[in-house]
């Protein structure tokens, strides 16, 4: 293990008191160019970032997933000046605390939240709650009432630190830390209804798993699947398969060559081939991007060398082009994190290098939104001090022009929802860029705007994605 790489466990028990210390700021500014007539360049994809908290909030920050419900986003925050809390970003981008965790009803929420078959947000705190501060499952709906439904006992597991999965049969079943029952301490896989009716289905023996830090994910077989941080063969991490009745299968060892110590959930792509990281081995020992053939071959496609990341800690998600894309914890230009996406067969292309102009600390794994962009969060913003929401959209680019009596239409690609500025500049050298149209409102993929300010001899246009002007998309 690279010695300044922290442990597992150094990285689980400081998670919060690490997430605000450090900071990030939320711009990129990317611009297409265009001469008249001819046709210029532009990046595939970048980030926008959105800031989510102020300055009074700079102990809070998100973790986990976001989730985007109703045209709204929801999450939740740990911070070490407070329990943990659940907010929600509107349309609008006005962010509001639907409800602070007290400890009696749960203490520094580690994951993410997941819909319920009702419609409401379910989710768990890693402590708190009723029966000796081991951890809660809790319900909240979109308007904010909130309820606890379980409390941990530690017999039956404790600390659970990833995401519930909502199973066909409308269960949710999720994976907890440490823990035991039948004398074994090395964490649980159980269910639980929507109810609160909780059983254990596992309790882990360290020689076929142990310590699972990633949510579940139900097969193509309606059997579930997943990965523990540590435990099987060499210590170094396992990946299983559970059914619905708690039959439990030790699918896989690593071995630290090929990857070492999951912490993110498995992907089954639309091939059917599971996909996943591993935060530690390889190569360089800064961590795997693997695929699994769902029985028992498992085959290394990257081996993060800390200049294209290190730490991957979330899952993998499989977007409609066909390529898979995370996040890695540390790692890039200047060791921040990254994001990247990845070929079905091992080609990885860095798209971000997270920095102190683009964000630090990618803490959650990433979400499809219903615009079909992905979604983030960053664990600190250099901007408020606190958390911060990104998303990866396609960069504008000028597609044609139109010249017609004198007067330019200009066409460029958009996503719904998106805001952007027209520019213009008559010389280059030096370019004072004059407003031609601003805050232009995307309701399609193609935006066209005219120019009927008279053109000289020659005009330079570019387009801009607006970060700052804030909207969500709709469902």
């Not at 579940?216 to 699947?225: I, P, Q, S, V, W």
Request: aromatic letters at 12%.
């Amino acid at each position: 293990m690279p010695a300044d790489r922290p442990s597992s466990d150094t990285r689980l028990t400081g998670l919060y008191q690490r997430l605000s210390a450090l900071r990030a700021v939320c711009i990129v500014l990317v611009e297409a160019f265009l001469l008249v007539p001819a046709l210029s360049w532009g990046a595939e994809q970048t980030l926008q970032a959105v800031p989510l908290f102020d300055a009074s909030a700079n102990s809070i920050s998100p973790v986990g997933r976001t989730l985007h419900v109703g045209g709204s986003i929801y999450g939740v925050t740990g911070g070490t000046a407070t329990y943990g809390s659940i907010f929600k970003v509107a349309p609008d981008g006005t962010v509001s605390i639907l409800h602070a965790f007290n400890i009696s009803d749960g203490l520094y929420p580690m994951a993410g939240l997941t819909k319920g078959p009702d419609g409401a947000l379910y989710g768990t705190t890693s402590n708190g709650g009723t029966n000796g501060g081991w951890g809660t499952i809790f319900k909240i709906t979109v308007n904010g009432e909130f309820s606890s439904i379980f409390s941990f006992a530690e017999t039956n597991g404790y600390q659970p630190s990833a995401e519930l999965l909502l199973g066909s049969d409308g269960n949710f079943y999720g994976t907890t830390h440490y823990g035991w029952a039948a004398d074994f301490y090395h964490g649980t896989i159980f269910r639980v209804s929507p109810a609160g009716d909780f059983s254990t289905l596992v309790s882990l023996d360290g020689e076929h798993g142990a310590e699972p830090m990633a949510a579940l994910m139900e097969g193509k077989d309606h059997a579930f699947y997943g990965t523990t941080s540590s435990g099987g063969s060499s210590d170094l991490g396992t990946i299983f398969r559970i059914t619905a009745d708690g039959h439990y299968t030790c699918l896989f060892s690593f071995n630290g060559t090929n990857g070492s110590h999951p912490q993110g959930g498995l992907l089954q792509c639309t091939k059917g081939t599971f996909y996943g990281t591993t935060t530690d081995g390889g190569q360089w020992g800064y961590g795997t991007i693997f695929e699994f053939d769902g029985i028992d071959t498992l085959k290394t496609l990257v081996s993060f060398d800390k200049t294209n990341g290190r730490i991957p800690e979330t899952m993998l998600v499989e977007r409609s082009d066909g390529l898979l894309y995370g996040t890695t914890l540390l790692g890039g230009e200047a060791d921040y994190g990254t994001l990247f996406k990845l070929s079905m067969d091992g080609v990885l292309t860095t798209l971000s290098s997270f920095d102190q102009s683009t964000g630090v600390w990618p803490s959650g794994w990433l979400e499809k939104g219903p615009d079909g962009n992905l979604y983030g969060n960053t664990a600190t913003s250099s901007l408020y001090g606190a958390g911060s929401l990104f998303r990866l959209v396609n960069v504008p680019k000028i597609r044609s022009i139109s010249l017609s009596s004198g007067l330019a239409a200009m066409t460029w690609t958009t996503f719904p929802e998106g805001i952007y500025d027209l520019e213009y500049t008559d010389n280059l050298a030096p370019a004072v860029w004059l407003p031609l149209v601003k805050s232009v409102i995307a309701t399609n993929s193609l935006e066209s705007v005219m120019d009927s300010s008279g053109l000289g001899s020659k005009r330079f246009y570019r387009v801009k994605l607006n970060p700052w002007n804030i909207k969500l998309p709709p469902l």
